[in-house]
């Protein structure tokens, strides 16, 4: 991955990114579903949420659609948000002026998370990661004894269209293999694949 293209390309599109964006709000959504559910299940009060999950952080938080469901919903006494993206803290600051959220720019794979993390997710972000099994040990390192990491990415199956077209595109991992990579740190309580259909008027 060319993270600097990357980071360019994304600066670029950061104030269309909200508007366009359809299936990442989609997940963002059903993300903050699961975890709730999760912690229900765990016979946590809807009222304790915000204790169960204290020091969040969100690698890849981007124009911060996820972020604002994760500081409304879970209420956190500190919210770390990261992105690759330097200009993404123009989409977020007004999240920064919350008691307890920062943005930290840098590329996830290569900076020192703080210890002591309740929780560590984030949404359409891990496709453009060059080592996630490296990033998970990471993660594991930084969470606390029953901290959890939560994301979502896309699957082998994305815009196969376009690569059958151009014979170009990311490559993504099954979810068999992310959870070959997951289990050496991590119980996995929860693991899914949904197919989002979107029609276009034109290429």
């Known amino acids: 991955m060319d993270k600097q293209l990357i980071a360019e390309r994304f600066a670029r599109a950061r104030n269309t990114y909200a508007r ?8 963002a959504l059903k993300m903050m579903r699961m975890l709730t559910e999760s912690l229900l299940a765990e016979d946590c009060q809807p009222d304790e949420l915000s204790t169960r999950f204290r020091h969040i952080l969100e690698f890849g938080c981007g124009t911060g659609s996820y972020s604002r469901i994760l500081l409304r919903t879970l209420q956190p006494e500190t919210l770390l948000l990261n992105d690759l993206c330097r200009e993404m803290e123009e989409c977020i600051k007004e999240l920064c002026l919350f008691p307890g959220v920062s943005f930290l720019p840098g590329d996830a794979e290569e900076l020192d998370f703080p210890k002591n ?5 984030s949404c359409s972000t891990l496709q453009w990661f060059n080592d996630p099994a490296a990033f998970f040990t ?21 815009m196969h269209q376009i690569r059958q077209l151009t014979g170009h595109g990311l490559s993504y991992l099954a979810i068999e293999e992310l959870q070959a990579l997951l289990r050496p740190a991590f119980d996995i309580i929860h693991a899914e694949e949904e197919v989002v259909s979107l029609s276009f008027d034109t290429p």
């Open 138 to 158: 990471r993660c594991h390192r930084a969470l606390t004894t029953n901290g959890v990491l939560a994301f979502s990415t896309f699957g082998s199956r994305n």
């Open 20 to 27: 366009e964006a359809r299936v990442q709000q989609q997940v």
């Open 117 to 121: 993390m309740d929780l560590i997710t």
